[in-house]
């Protein structure tokens, strides 16, 4: 599995209330979700032509990702974090059970 992937896997995991694999520590968790959500973003940041509304969809999950980020270090790991890497899950894969193009804030 490719990088991008596991860090899908590792989010939706986390979104559904489940620990990372290998983290036991609350510090460990919120290290393992910041490095997934490097990975994201290190897909999402390129520019392309070739997906159909790619550049919304971009600019959709850089700010979800931030968001989910900010949370992380003013909040750390609790339901406001799982509840928003479930909208960022949604996001990058609307396909996924409950997914959709919406966001998880207001």
Same mark, same amino acid.
């Not at 897909?43 to 790619?54: G, I, K, S």
């Not at 900010?70 to 909040?75: D, H, K, R, S, V």
């Not at 609790?78 to 966001?103: F, H, K, S």
């Given at each position: 599995? *490719?990088?991008?992937?596991?860090?899908?896997?590792?989010?939706?995991?986390? &979104?559904?209330?489940?620990?990372?694999?290998?983290?036991?520590?609350?510090?460990?968790?919120?290290?393992?979700?910041?490095?997934?959500?490097? &990975?994201?973003?290190?897909?999402?940041?390129?520019?392309t032509r070739?997906?159909?509304?790619?550049?919304?969809?971009?600019?959709?999950?850089?700010?979800?990702?931030?968001?989910?980020?900010?949370?992380?270090?003013?909040?750390?790991?609790?339901?406001?974090?799982?509840?928003?890497?479930?909208?960022?899950?949604?996001?990058?894969?609307?396909?996924?059970?409950?997914?959709?193009?919406?966001?998880? *804030?207001?």
């Amino acid at each position: 599995a *490719s990088r991008f992937s596991r860090a899908v896997s590792l989010l939706d995991r986390f &979104a559904k209330g489940g620990a990372p694999p290998d983290a036991g520590r609350t510090e460990d968790r919120r290290t393992a979700v910041r490095d997934a959500l490097g &990975a994201v973003e290190a897909v999402y940041a390129t520019e392309t032509r070739a997906v159909r509304e790619w550049p919304e969809r971009r600019r959709r999950v850089l700010a979800q990702l931030a968001r989910l980020r900010e949370i992380l270090g003013a909040a750390g790991i609790g339901e406001e974090a799982r509840r928003e890497a479930r909208a960022l899950v949604r996001l990058i894969d609307p396909a996924a059970p409950g997914g959709g193009e919406e966001g998880g *804030s207001p």
